[in-house]
């Protein structure tokens, strides 16, 4: 059930990138939006009928700026749940900041980032899980993400914690009558409690397993290219990306900063960085690459080794070697055109292994495959572990949710304990509480205004 609340302030933003495009709209939202808006319109009508599309001139006093077509949407039913006129005008940054500019003059206020998602969110139109699944699709990097993100606007997380927390909260209520009326009711029945605690806790768990792939979704998986100069690292990243994004050429040395292309691979947005070839640097600049491709290497989650298959591995080539051990990796021999001349013997066991022509664009398919079949295999041990992409996973576990759910475990876990210990039914109650505490942070029914206007910061102005 939502209630509208009375802002002050009508907002007003443009809700369009402020580029160049066929239309452009600026959203005003407030009890005061029809207000607002009618003075720069000429032939707004008398008594507008809401969800009807109607055309106008904006002007400001005698001078026409834009031919508009325009809509009004009454409270409750618009996007913040307050009264909200949307305007369409042409797609221009100084035609539509010149409206805004009027908008603002007539007594609107310019709206702060999200402000009109943090209103829905308050008037009771989404809630918080929603409002971040909005975050989420608009900066959404593959069609996965967008499907995922979809889901989760659409209620999937939210359904599923406020089932979870309504089952812990009839325990608790059953917890409290014995509580209250032990004389009537009798001793609470332990064996029975345990058995829906920890079927809650399973489900708790199977969403805390979804964070790491709720981070990959949202971020990507960063695969740092990685090999000695000239082995053709900026060639494969061309070929992966598909198009000539890095400079190749047959200088050892020419890379010398990192470079990121984002790839899609199966839906899972790869964070693709070519590096500088590590060797002894020879300059100062070229001190600064290696560094950066060592970090690199530090913090990816799959890290792809070239070496040129056409030559005999070198001290340099051993020396990466050593960097990559102990971490996430594949072998990539290179320049396989050139015929297979490199000999591995003894020198290192990669845990998968591809021939590949970055330069004729062979063997890139079953890199991409192999690499999406490592990332999700047992012997990876990474983020994707367990991964099928025929499964839809339908939530993004964020990190706040994270943390509000390692909350609700661990309150889970104490009340267990004390289940097991045969403790009193007051302090069982206390830690189930906790829990209850927990999740209804998730969506948004128990948190502070400090975590609300965190999350809202993140938005961009207009949405
Ligand atoms: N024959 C052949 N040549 C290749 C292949 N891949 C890259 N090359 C060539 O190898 C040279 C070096 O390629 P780059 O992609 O610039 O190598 P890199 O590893 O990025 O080199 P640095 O940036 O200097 O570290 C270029 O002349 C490429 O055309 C390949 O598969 N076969
Ligand atoms: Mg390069």
Not at 143 to 152: D, K, P
Request: glycine letters at 8%.
């Amino acid at each position: 059930m939502f209630h509208v609340k009375h802002f002050e302030d009508t907002i007003v933003a443009v809700a369009t990138p402020l580029g160049v495009g066929g239309v452009g709209v600026i959203r005003v939202s407030g009890g005061r939006a029809l207000e607002i808006v009618r003075p720069s319109i000429k032939n707004f009508p008398q008594d507008i009928i809401p969800r009807r599309l109607y055309h106008g001139w904006f002007h400001i006093e005698d001078k026409l700026i834009d031919e508009v077509l325009f809509y009004f949407m009454k409270a409750p039913e618009s996007y913040t749940g307050e009264d909200v006129v949307e305007i369409s005008g042409h797609g221009g940054p100084v035609v539509l900041c010149t409206m805004l500019e009027a908008l603002i003059q007539n007594g609107a206020r310019l709206a702060e980032k999200g402000e009109f998602t943090k209103r829905a969110f308050l008037n009771g139109k989404i809630d918080l899980a929603q409002a971040e699944a909005i975050a989420d699709l608009i900066s959404a990097k593959t069609s996965l993400g967008v499907e995922v993100s979809a889901s989760q606007l659409s209620g999937s997380l939210s359904n599923k914690i406020s089932s979870l927390r309504k089952a812990l909260l009839e325990v608790l209520a059953g917890v409290e009558v014995v509580i209250d009326f032990s004389e009537d009711v009798g001793e609470l029945d332990f064996s029975a409690l345990r058995e829906k605690l920890v079927s809650i806790m399973d489900e708790v768990d199977g969403l805390i397993a979804g964070a790491k792939q709720g981070k990959v979704l949202r971020e990507g998986l960063r695969v740092t290219i990685l090999g000695k100069p000239n082995v053709g690292k900026s060639s494969l990243l061309n070929a992966l990306v598909g198009k000539n994004r890095v400079i190749v050429s047959d200088l050892p040395g020419t890379t010398r900063d990192t470079i990121e292309e984002v790839i899609n691979l199966n839906g899972l947005p790869l964070v693709v960085i070519d590096t500088a070839g590590i060797r002894h640097p020879k300059d100062k600049a070229e001190e600064f690459g290696v560094e950066r491709a060592r970090v690199e290497a530090e913090g990816a989650d799959l890290i792809l080794l070239i070496v040129d298959a056409s030559s005999n591995l070198t001290e340099e080539d051993l020396m990466i070697f050593d960097l990559v051990k102990n971490k996430r990796w594949v072998l990539v021999l290179n320049k396989i055109d050139l015929g297979l001349k490199v000999k591995l013997n003894g020198f290192v066991t990669p845990p998968r292994k591809f021939e590949v022509s970055a330069l004729y664009g062979k063997g890139i398919d079953d890199l991409r495959l192999g690499m999406f079949e490592y990332v999700c295999s047992d012997l990876a041990a990474g983020p994707f572990k367990g991964y099928d992409s025929s499964k839809n996973f339908s939530s993004l576990v964020n990190a706040r949710h994270l943390n509000c759910l390692l909350r609700a475990k661990e309150s889970l876990s104490r009340a267990l304990k004390l289940i097991e210990d045969n403790a009193q039914e007051v302090l069982v109650a206390i830690d189930l509480k906790e829990a209850v505490l927990a999740l209804g942070e998730v969506c948004g029914e128990e948190v502070s205004e400090e975590v609300i206007n965190t999350i809202f910061e993140k938005f961009c102005v207009g949405k």
